[in-house]
């Protein structure tokens, strides 16, 4: 296969993409590729096909075909369906870097043998499954670390409801059902009560935390560490609140969230 990369006259390629995912993008179905453009320049083009591969494979290769592109023309995918591996992000339990390539090929005529026009290749990072992003890719994906089934929420909210029942005369954990605001904040101040009990003790974050994201401790894992960052602590809170029907909010700013 010729390579003519470098000809001035050959097609563009042009990717928006996230630059750092991980297993809850899979989970989510959030479409990684936002757009693929590839511009055609100087001549019309026949028989392309456009080859997308991951390395490691994190997601399934992509095989497109194009009849034709004209002159100054352009093809464009938004998004492209890049289907992620969930086994593969599952199993990630540290930072890894791996590229997304893309190829366009002209299909020979006559036995010609197939041309590589264009190619580009972009590195992503791929995060381990407890890992958040933080600004870096879809900020919001944050709330897919809000764990309400986790087998450690039920036995704080089962204190957290006689907390209630002793301060209100009622243990009842049922979210906006009274709509009362007033009976929705006792029942958050009893679940904070309640997380307040178990003693956890406070870690510092890392540095910029916000900016560049950090692992998550899951509930459980806070349980048997006995620790957890401003970000792990309040991921537990949501995750009560979640859980008995409230809708929590996370709020964050540098260096700390609520």
């Not at 919001?140 to 089934?149: D, G, K, S, T």
Request: net charge negative; aromatic share 6%; with cysteine.
């Amino acid at each position: 296969m010729k390579d003519m990369n470098n000809t001035t006259d050959n097609p563009t390629i042009a990717l928006s993409f996230d630059r750092a995912i991980n297993y809850a993008f899979q989970q989510n179905a959030i479409p990684v590729v936002k757009e693929l453009r590839i511009c055609n320049n100087a001549k019309p083009r026949k028989a392309l096909t456009i080859h997308v591969t991951t390395e490691p494979a994190f997601a399934a290769p992509i095989e497109l075909h194009l009849q034709s592109l004209e002159a100054d023309g352009e093809y464009r995918v938004a998004p492209l369906d890049l289907k992620l591996s969930p086994d593969f992000l599952a199993g990630l339990n540290e930072k890894l870097s791996g590229w997304l390539r893309v190829e366009v090929i002209e299909n020979g005529e006559d036995g010609a043998a197939p041309t590589v026009l264009q190619s580009t290749t972009e590195p992503i990072i791929l995060l381990a499954r407890n890992e958040w992003c933080g600004l870096v890719s879809l900020p919001e994906i944050l709330a897919a670390f809000v764990l309400p089934n986790d087998p450690a929420i039920i036995p704080i909210l089962s204190r957290a409801s006689e907390i209630l029942g002793a301060h209100t005369g009622r243990s009842a954990l049922n979210g906006y059902q009274d709509k009362s605001r007033k009976r929705a904040w006792e029942q958050v101040a009893a679940i904070y009560k309640a997380i307040a009990k178990l003693g956890l003790r406070y870690i510092s974050p890392p540095a910029s935390f916000e900016n560049t994201g950090q692992k998550v401790r899951f509930p459980s894992d806070m349980l048997t560490q006995r620790f957890g960052t401003c970000l792990d602590l309040v991921l537990l809170f949501a995750a009560c609140c979640e859980q008995i029907g409230l809708h929590p909010l996370v709020i964050m700013h540098e260096g700390h969230a609520y």
